[in-house]
């Protein structure tokens, strides 16, 4: 095991190549307290990252009781022993000075230290007054990607069935309910159909939208270690900015915002136009393939373009790559996700797939990624607003079916509409209709868009606010009750990471003071509510993480997502294992679709589909007539212009993302000395051109403003597309004395003070890469005032 001072400055660590077709070599990444050795360890407990949606598996050291370091397992297929930044240093969040440890409740306007009977009957007295006086439809739950499945299914089981609420959603909604809806479009059901392995076989990499090199460090390595080898992939890159993968690129696609749906009609028109098309694929496995060939034959390189304001030339090139790929694997994420045609977009990618047959064998695949450890999850348990098991809440005998796993009637399962998404939970809260709002693990007075109207809903005295977290987050600070959560490392159970592959994370070290895992506070309530099945029995009946897997394996039996294979003491085998695992595939599997679609029948799918401009669901029996025998959906979009374009008074696209350095609001990145060091405070990014054309220099303070709010940052000059500007979304204000919102002055520090509250008419993902901007200087680098907003000099050097 080692690690080295430079995985700061090169998170991607020394160089393994290995040749295209052979496996991928191991390489033993950890880190130890300063002036430890592994000697000094006293026990290695197993685990895999919860920074990131990678899913790298790792040992946590211990000693004295406390996690003291970690390193990689290099046995396990994720990541065979690497692990990045985050992995590396993020641990030490769990012993910060500032861990809740003990319940809070709102008292004369204060937040005060309680036990727990009294916060969790203040949480039990609203619930049943709320459900006596005004029904379940007034209590939601809006949970994270970044719990573990037992506690994600408890938690369904207990909104759904015990409550009754059509009200839960997870934070995953911000950054993969288009990589679910995505794959329900196109193949009937949630699930990747590709694996990490097929980038040891691939010739060609596409990466759309997918700043894989900060995102996901460790699979990024792996693409690394493919360039370096025997036979590399070529690689195309489809990104605004010039990150880490676009430098590799050969092909570099920089499109304006919002343009995603013309540049992919372009490559499909081309790849069309040109014959390279699987013709017996289509014949066989897909329907549709008709309208997508008239949707996009207006749709050529040179009118993309106009549009894209890419040359034509490019787009030609990439589609010349692509179409001629014998092995091509896709990846998809935010710069795709997070914009107004979002589903639209990301089927598009489906569909240069499916024309030219690239499923199903080794370097073929498409990979709709995920954004955070567990947010596959939140997705096949249900707490991401649809029903467990990747049912599909239309279809009544799957409802029927999944009453009968929980021994509850039919109508106890609310399923008369789509389920309510978060965008939506948050409107009916600011209605007033909602009036019990339980937050786990995810800070939205910082992660959600506009927020100063975030703040102001959440603010409402009519709102009853249960926050459940490991630290006073900038959410936490406006609950009335606050509950003291464990994390990884304090507690058992699975995660899946984004291409099907559970792991086992065990406890390790007792959490601090009373905090407590979110399964126990979970099953503590469901005993407090007193839930009962239709038989009079206990509606939850396990009582902990290992008889809460054995309830998701029954629920999860003959589905897609079927988990009857696996179990605790098979993980702890030495690697995870990919889903679906049973008796038909007792090692797991590596891909889907080997030999056609399977679970796309109309009988078995998770979803019928919907209209890809309104949203709205499409019915049974115009599914059963569209797709009678269960085959793949190519769905043809039409190119529409952003909701908001830039204008005299906003000339710039606002984009916001993510740096190496930091997951979501760094509530735990934040407070590892490294990881912080490295990236203490916001920034915006312009280009060259843009900043010359102001008079701006790298360092300057500026101010960023929409329609919607400001915030103000140092500024970098780097080799985004002209006519853009960029913010990194970490950053709050719960290490500023301001606490939980901007100080007085009004701009902030956030970048969703500026952002739109608006979203993908399908996913119902919000639109993070969309908006009018303008920058502003405030004050020069050299005459700025050192203050919470400006970003060090040391961080402006960090891409």
């Known amino acids: 095991m080692g690690t080295h001072p430079d995985r700061i400055e090169n998170p991607w660590g020394t160089r393994t190549p290995y040749d295209s077709g052979t496996p991928w070599p191991a390489r033993a990444d950890g880190h130890l307290e300063a002036g430890l050795t592994e000697a000094d360890v006293e026990s290695w407990v197993q685990s895999a990252s919860l920074l990131h949606s990678n899913g790298d598996a790792m040992d946590i050291a211990v000693r004295g009781g406390r996690i003291v370091g970690v390193r990689g397992r290099t046995s396990d297929r994720v990541n065979r022993g690497r692990l990045g930044p985050k992995d590396l240093y993020g641990w030490q969040a769990n012993g910060s000075p500032d861990r809740l440890t003990r319940p809070l409740v709102r008292d004369g306007g204060r937040l005060v230290e309680c036990d727990w009977d009294t916060a969790m009957d203040r949480i039990v007295t609203r619930s049943t007054d709320l459900l006596d006086r005004r029904g379940p439809g ?77 995102t996901q460090t460790v699979l990024w390595m792996r693409v690394l270690d493919r360039l370096a080898g025997g036979h590399p992939p070529r690689l195309v890159c489809v990104d605004p900015r010039f990150t880490p993968v676009a430098r590799r690129a050969e092909v570099h696609l920089a499109p304006r915002a919002g343009t995603n749906v013309a540049l992919l009609n372009a490559l499909l028109h081309e790849v069309i136009r040109t014959g390279r098309i699987d013709r017996d694929y289509i014949e ?15 749709c050529t390189p040179r009118w993309a373009a106009r549009i894209c304001d890419v040359p034509a030339a490019q787009i030609e090139r990439a589609a010349e790559i692509l179409g001629g790929a014998e092995r091509l694997t896709s990846t998809v994420l935010q710069g795709v996700y997070q914009s107004h045609q979002a589903t639209a977009a990301a089927l598009q990618v489906n569909n240069l797939h499916l024309i030219r047959g690239m499923l199903g064998r080794p370097g073929r695949g498409v990979l709709q990624m995920n954004g955070q450890p567990s947010a596959q999850n939140t997705r096949e348990c249900g707490a991401d607003g649809d029903l467990p098991g990747f049912r599909n809440w239309q279809n009544d005998q799957h409802v029927a079916d999944l009453a009968e796993v929980w021994n509850v009637t039919l109508r106890t399962i609310p399923h008369y509409a789509p389920p309510t998404h978060a965008m939506q939970m948050l409107r009916y809260a600011e209605q007033g209709s909602i009036r019990m709002l339980w937050i786990t693990g995810t800070n939205p007075a910082v992660s959600l868009p506009e927020l100063s109207r975030i703040r102001s809903v959440l603010a409402q005295e009519r709102l009853f606010v249960v926050v459940q977290d490991l630290f006073r987050t900038e959410t936490a600070q406006l609950a009335d009750v606050v509950l003291p959560a464990a994390t990884w490392g304090e507690k058992t159970g699975t995660l899946t990471n984004a291409d099907r592959t559970v792991h086992l994370s065990e406890k390790a070290v007792e959490p601090p003071g009373e905090a407590r895992a979110d399964l126990d506070i979970f099953l503590d309530y469901a005993a407090r509510m007193d839930f009962r099945d239709k038989d009079g029995g206990p509606l939850i009946d396990w009582h902990d993480p290992q008889t809460a897997f054995a309830a998701w394996q029954r629920c999860s039996a003959g589905r897609p997502c079927d988990y009857t294979g696996l179990s605790y003491d098979r993980l702890r085998s030495g690697s995870g294992i990919q889903w679906p695992c049973n008796e038909e595939a007792p090692e797991g599997t590596a891909r889907l679709y080997t030999d056609g679609i399977t679970f796309a029948d109309p009988d078995m799918c998770e979803s019928y589909g919907k209209d890809l401009v309104t949203g709205a669901s499409v019915e049974a029996v115009e599914y059963r007539s569209l797709n009678p025998d269960g085959k793949a959906v190519i769905k043809a979009a039409e190119y529409l212009p952003p909701h908001e374009d830039t204008s005299p008074d906003f000339p710039l696209q606002l984009i916001t993302g993510r740096t190496v350095y930091h997951f979501h609001t760094r509530t735990k990145t934040g407070r590892a000395p490294e990881l912080n060091a490295a990236a203490p405070d916001v920034w915006a990014e312009i280009s060259p051109a843009e900043a010359a054309a102001q008079g701006l220099s790298d360092g300057d303070l500026v101010q960023v403003s929409t329609p ?58 919000p639109l993070f890469k969309a908006g009018a901007a303008r920058v502003t200087l405030v004050a020069r680098r050299d005459a700025a005032p050192r203050c919470e907003h400006a970003g060090s000099e040391r961080a402006g050097s960090r891409t």
Request: glycine letters at 10%; proline letters at 4%.
């Open 708 to 765: 919607r709010g400001a915030v103000r940052a140092r500024l970098r000059t780097t080799a985004v597309r002209d006519g853009m500007v960029f913010l990194p979304f970490h950053y709050g204000y719960w290490d500023t004395p301001a606490g939980h919102r901007p100080p007085d002055d009004g701009a902030g520090r956030a970048a969703n003070e500026s952002t739109v509250t608006d979203w993908d008419p399908v996913s119902k993902q």
């Open 138 to 214: 007034a209590i939601g739950f809006y949970t994270t990607g970044q719990l573990f499945l037992e506690e994600y299914y408890t938690l369904a089981v207990l909104a759904r069935a015990g409550i009754g609420t059509h009200h839960l959603d997870g934070n995953t909604r911000l950054c993969t309910a288009t990589a679910a809806e995505a794959l329900k479009e196109t193949f009937g059901c949630d699930g990747q159909p590709g694996t990490y392995d097929d980038i040891d076989h691939a010739d060609v990499l596409a990466l759309f939208g997918h700043n894989m090199a900060e």
């Open 284 to 298: 066989a496995h897909t329907v549709g393939f008709d309208e997508l060939a008239a949707r996009v034959e207006a």
